[in-house]
């Protein structure tokens, strides 16, 4: 006996399954038509939260510059890191100041080993 559905023809439960193939197989937006997805915010709209107005903290500002794949690190993995994510000439010198040796576990002990508030 052929399972299928009784309800349809092959040639529909081929469609079918190809319409929601994308969400059973975990890839993402497999059934997102253009007309479904959301639209921007409008000129009328306010900004999204995520982008900086420039008076974020400057320990977050720091820290953006430090990849998670640099920590624990040293120094010179640290100023590495730095380099590959673009990091402003401030933070870069901010990193030559550290001691040389010393395995920093985050962002806070960095920032603290240059003598900055965390708050």
């Known amino acids: 006996m052929e399972r299928g ?3 349809h023809s092959p040639r529909v439960d081929e469609q079918m399954s190809q319409e929601v193939r994308g969400a059973v197989q975990g890839i993402t937006e497999g059934r997102a038509e253009e007309w479904k997805m ?3 915010a409008g000129e009328d709209q ?3 939260t995520g982008i900086s107005n420039g008076s974020e903290n400057p320990l977050t500002r720091f820290g953006r510059y430090i990849g998670l ?3 624990p690190g040293d120094r010179d993995a640290l100023r590495r890191s730095a380099e590959v994510l673009t990091a402003p000439d401030d933070v870069l010198a901010d990193l030559d100041r550290l001691p040389d ?3 920093y576990q985050t962002v806070t002990e960095i920032w603290a080993a240059l ?3 965390p708050a």
Do not use: I, N
């Open 5 to 7: 559905s009784s309800k």
């Open 115 to 117: 003598g900055r508030d």
């Open 38 to 40: 959301a639209e921007p």
């Open 101 to 103: 040796g010393v395995v």
């Open 69 to 71: 794949s640099a920590l």
């Open 46 to 48: 306010p900004a999204p």
